[in-house]
């Protein structure tokens, strides 16, 4: 098992533009997130699916949005980059809900000039 | 929301020694307490959670107390190893809640 997947590793976009963060997970878990990681702020939820059909906003979701595109795939989209979204990103799964073990991508680190 | 508080920012211990990483969090709904390790250029891993409803839990050298009471939890680690070197995050959530909140994190270093 791969676990869970996130492409590209890193990616430089200039403000204004628009990019997909692709993640994916094969252990058939039911619940998929999206989390941002900045310096000495620890992980903030952006947007979870607690099923496939279904996406509910987290902590920051501001200027980003979801697709949960089948049960493995959970794609996150900035649609006009800025430079505060200058971020590592991280996509989890989890069995139901984030009371089950959360498990984590290896992350995308997005740097928006 | 549930606001989750996490000290110390950094901790260094020679190898040997004990770890004590403490958190508080805000919300007395939150009865699910994870605990994450993150190497560098890696994502968190659990390395061992709590619910309400036990006050204490042990996985060989890493252990993790909960006070539902004053709301705070904490992990420690003993006997340090160099390989215990990492960023520590801790978590809180209520049950049937997707909204997991973490702390800002703990570098340790364990020195050899």
């Known amino acids: 098992n791969a676990g869970v997947t996130q492409t590209p590793k890193f990616q430089v976009l200039k403000t204004g533009q628009s990019m997909t963060l692709q993640c994916a997970q094969d252990m058939n878990h039911n619940s998929m997130y999206w989390y941002r990681q900045d310096p000495g702020m620890g992980l903030r939820l952006i947007y979870y699916s607690a099923s496939e059909g279904t996406t509910d906003k987290g902590e920051v979701p501001n200027g980003y949005n979801v697709s949960r595109l089948n049960k493995r795939e959970f794609s996150l989209r900035l649609e006009s980059a800025a430079p505060s979204q200058t971020s590592v990103y991280f996509c989890a799964s989890a069995g139901l809900a984030s009371v089950d073990e959360q498990f984590f991508g290896p992350g995308t680190r997005l740097t928006v000039l | 929301g549930e606001n989750v508080e996490q000290h110390p920012s950094t901790l260094s211990v020679q190898e040997g020694d004990s770890a004590v990483i403490k958190c508080t969090y805000s919300?007395?709904?939150?009865?699910?307490f994870p605990w994450y390790k993150q190497e560098l250029g890696k994502g968190p891993q659990l390395i061992i959670d709590i619910r309400s409803n036990v006050g204490e839990k042990k996985d060989q050298r890493i252990a993790v107390t909960l006070n539902k009471t004053a709301k705070h939890f904490s992990l420690h680690i003993t006997e340090t190893q160099p390989e215990d070197s990492a960023v520590y995050f801790c978590?809180?959530?209520?049950?049937?809640?997707?909204?997991?909140?973490f702390g800002a994190g703990t570098r340790l270093t364990v020195k050899p």
């Open positions: 978590a809180a959530t209520p049950y049937n809640n997707n909204d997991m909140r």
């Open positions: 919300d007395s709904a939150s009865n699910y």
